[in-house]
């Protein structure tokens, strides 16, 4: 009998494969555009189309490749876009030795990179739920959300480490290696994958079929406005994060080692939410607890509007970004298992890849329009008007998180019979 707290031996090796891309993610964290700024010379507005522009073109590139990757093997398909994203970021550090380096390489690959993250992320959710019984989604996602707060905590603070040390370039290495080993751990999973089966209703390719992942959340009432309600917060949070750096490095006079450690201890509160998340749901119920963690997260950031100097001040961003936090990863643990029960088998990955596409792409929208808010208004109050618009969003989460998942097909109709895979 397979113990309690064990997932399977391929679930391990998933979950490995996940850990070290993202440690090397966080290591390099900031490092393009540190690049930019450090060895290109590059001024805030290029820094800026860098850190933007990467993102929303990398997700409209990854619009049509949802419908390709459902009905192939996700296995493969993660391998490839782990050697993609390999490949492209060690064109960087080539390029640097060669002194041929230059803005517009670094903004190619910014947007392959994100491209091959949102198709990897497709295929790494279906793969997921062909690896783990529902009852264990909560634990799976509760890991994969344990990794990449763990991953926050440590890598930024050593990434900025390296780079004093070696330069920007060193961790663009190491981000590049780990989506090396990340594919080598996706290729040691394992054991036979079917070819999911393409129904006869979907072999006819036509201009709408790249749509179908947005059309089967908007006509799903568990998923509808659980899309609605994160893309929203996601982009509110993130368009007060430059708005505060602004703040505080500027006219607050915060040092650049207080505001990273603002920042990075908070970061603790995702483990400790990604470990709640089982007992919790266990307690009171999965649907009950995602919709008292998603409204509590959006009671926190209007606290930042009212942040001042000193270790007042400090102290007031670690422990709203704290409370954020610890919510978020609550809510995400749950959202995930959430997710994947209510969405059918051959339709996980264009799901998946269409909720990305659309939290980034509003995210990038909306920052970009709240800098433009900061400038007639003034940083704090862009971060308040966020704050306030963030204590509307629980409204949304009423109904998805009450409905029963969805009933799947007849397995035949949807993959091949598979002997016993973010």
């Known amino acids: 009998m397979r113990a309690k707290s064990s997932l399977g031996r391929p679930f391990g090796w998933l979950w490995g494969a996940y850990a070290v891309s993202t440690f090397g993610t966080w290591l390099a964290f900031d490092a393009f555009p540190l690049i930019a700024i450090l060895v290109l010379h590059a001024g805030p507005a290029q820094v800026s189309i860098l850190a933007a522009a990467g993102t929303a073109v990398g997700a409209a590139v990854a619009v049509p490749l949802g419908p390709w990757v459902e009905f192939r093997r996700k296995r493969p398909v993660m391998v490839a876009m782990d050697l993609i994203r390999f490949a492209a970021l060690a064109s960087v550090p080539v390029a640097y030795a060669l002194g041929w380096l230059g803005f517009a390489q670094l903004l190619v690959v910014s947007v392959i990179v994100a491209a091959a993250g949102i198709t990897f992320t497709a295929a790494a959710g279906a793969c997921l739920k062909a690896l783990v019984e529902p009852r264990d989604l909560i634990v799976a996602n509760g890991r994969f959300e344990a990794t990449t707060w763990t991953a926050s905590v440590v890598g930024p603070p050593l990434g900025l480490a390296a780079i004093g040390l070696f330069g920007p370039v060193l961790t663009v290495v190491a981000d590049a290696a780990s989506y090396l080993l990340s594919a080598l751990g996706i290729r040691a999973i394992g054991g036979s994958e079917p070819r999911p089966v393409r129904p006869e209703s979907t072999r006819q390719r036509h201009p709408g079929a790249v749509l179908e992942g947005w059309r089967y959340i908007l006509a799903n009432p568990a998923l509808r406005p659980l899309l609605f309600n994160t893309a929203l917060v996601n ?186 895979t973010p």
Not at 328 to 357: I, K, P, Q, Y
Request: glycine share 12%.
């Open 235 to 420: 982009s509110l949070i993130m368009a007060s994060v430059p708005l505060l750096a602004v703040l505080m490095l500027g006219r607050l006079g915060f040092a650049p080692w207080q505001y990273g450690l603002a920042f990075s201890v908070p970061c603790l509160g995702g483990l400790a939410g990604s470990r709640l998340a089982r007992p919790l749901a266990a307690r009171y119920g999965r649907d009950r607890t995602m919709r008292v963690a998603g409204s509590l997260r959006a009671c926190w950031p209007l606290g930042l509007a009212f942040v001042g100097p000193g270790s007042g001040g400090l102290v007031l961003v670690m422990t709203v970004e704290f409370g954020l936090i610890l919510f978020s990863s609550l809510f995400n643990t749950l959202l995930g298992a959430h997710r994947l029960e209510h969405t059918a088998n051959d339709r996980v990955a264009r799901t998946l890849s269409a909720w990305s596409v659309t939290t980034k792409t509003t995210a990038a929208a909306v920052t970009g329009l709240w800098g433009l808010l900061a400038g007639f208004t003034g940083s704090r109050t862009a971060i308040a008007l966020a704050g306030v618009l963030l204590l509307a969003t629980p409204l949304l989460l009423r109904a998805g998180a009450r409905t029963e998942p969805t009933a799947e097909a007849p397995e035949p109709a949807q993959v091949a019979q598979e002997t016993p």
